[in-house]
């Protein structure tokens, strides 16, 4: 075989495992533990379980997201927290997700921000169908909820990306109480970090 042919195969054959490769990272379920030691976590939240779900880029309509559950199995949660990207393109692909979470939900209380790509999809859409099933949003704004007797504060920051994050409207109504931050685009950290 001539030495172009070989190459312009191992050309093609990279491509496809390099589309292959991208195309199951987003659509492979992958949980990880990370254990976080905070200094000022109160003392009664020590062992605080938080689900921590983003980018999960839904392309569906269908219910494509049991392998969800199945991962997650029994596990029991303090919390659980949303990131966005929940969809990729289009409002009616957060179906799926939202029967998820209306399984996930039981008595955990579940909270949200938007990725770039919920937004572009319809982001008013996508925050509705959440709150339809519990879920509720944190755009710039900030809650305390309970946990084992304790009020914790929650702070959401809209998507940097998307130019919709507000960290004073954030953070307007917090106290120097300890505080969980949610956002979607990680470099709205330093403009948090201080927080």
Same mark, same amino acid.
């Given at each position: !075989? ?15 495992? #390099? =589309? ?9 379920? $992958?949980?990880?533990? +990370? ?27 269908? $219910? ?5 559950? =199945? ?12 990131? /966005?990207?929940? +969809? ?10 939202? $029967?998820?979470? &209306? ?10 921000? !938007? ?5 572009? &999809? /319809?982001?008013?859409?996508?925050? $509705?169908?959440?709150?339809?099933? /519990? ?13 084992? /007797? ?18 004073? &409207? =954030? #953070? ?16 709205? #950290? ?6």
């Amino acid at each position: !075989m001539p030495l172009h042919k070989i190459a312009s195969l191992v050309i093609i054959g990279t491509a496809i495992i #390099f =589309a292959g490769i991208t195309y199951a990272s987003t659509h492979w379920v $992958q949980v990880t533990e +990370v254990r976080v030691k905070i200094t000022e976590l109160p003392t009664d939240l020590d062992g605080l379980r938080i689900l921590h779900l983003t980018d999960w880029h839904n392309r569906s309509t269908s $219910q494509t997201h049991i392998d969800v559950l =199945a991962a997650i199995g029994e596990e029991q949660f303090d919390l659980i927290c949303l990131t /966005g990207d929940l +969809v990729e393109s289009q409002v009616s692909q957060i179906e799926p997700v939202t $029967q998820v979470l &209306a399984q996930l939900r039981r008595e955990t209380p579940i909270l949200s921000v !938007m990725g770039n790509h919920d937004w572009s &999809a /319809g982001g008013p859409q996508v925050i $509705q169908a959440l709150e339809d099933v /519990g879920v509720e949003s944190l755009e710039n704004a900030s809650t305390s909820i309970e946990i084992r /007797g304790v009020s914790l504060t929650l702070v959401g920051v809209s998507d940097f990306y998307s130019r919709r994050s507000d960290v004073d &409207a =954030a #953070f307007s109504e917090v106290d120097d109480a300890f505080k969980l931050v949610l956002t979607h685009d990680p470099r709205i #950290f330093p403009l948090v970090a201080d927080r």
